[in-house]
């Protein structure tokens, strides 16, 4: 497994960096049997330390986990705990879809935006229709099954995952709906 280990305006020692790839290894193996890549972010605000763990699997799966405490090591830990403990309860249906997937998630470059929000400026009409791009990023589409779809947004704790979905053209999205239940859009 390829880790990425960094800190946000903090320096990462060998010794803690040691300790990640150790404790982390064997927490995804033990639930998930082919993790190809884990990027661990340390940062620090005000008094705390803040651990942010994410886990990208073969099977196109991503678990990823926050914690924060006052020491470094413990802000670790209970983030590579929260990381366990989502990797285990959905480690029978991970198993299920290793069985069926033979090889790797097809993934597709994608450009994703975040727009700015209007503030309230008193005026009934803006001045131009067209919204302000505050940042544009690259990102993945996954070829997925509905299922492992739904599981990795669960997993994220995303609101809504945009996929392709394995045989069809043109992309998919699941998302939490209002009352709970998980939406499905599949274009025609």
Known sequence: ?????????IDIGDALQTHVKTELDVAVQKYAERPTDALVIFSKAAHEYICEATV???TGLTASAKAHATEIYAAF?????????????YKRRLKDHHRERATPVELL?????????????????????????????QTQIATLS???AVMQMELSGAPVLVFKKEGKVGVNVVYRR???????????
């Open 1 to 9: 497994m390829r880790y990425q280990i960094s800190g946000k305006q």
């Open 56 to 58: 990208h699997l073969s």
């Open 77 to 89: 830990d209970a983030c590579s705990e929260k990381m366990e403990k989502q990797l285990r309860r």
């Open 109 to 137: 470059g994608a450009s994703t935006y975040i727009l700015a929000s209007e503030q309230d400026t008193g005026a009934d009409e803006p001045d131009t229709l067209q919204p302000m791009i505050i940042a544009e990023m």
């Open 146 to 148: 509905v299922g492992e």
């Open 178 to 188: 209002d009352d709970g239940n998980i939406g499905w859009i599949d274009p025609a």
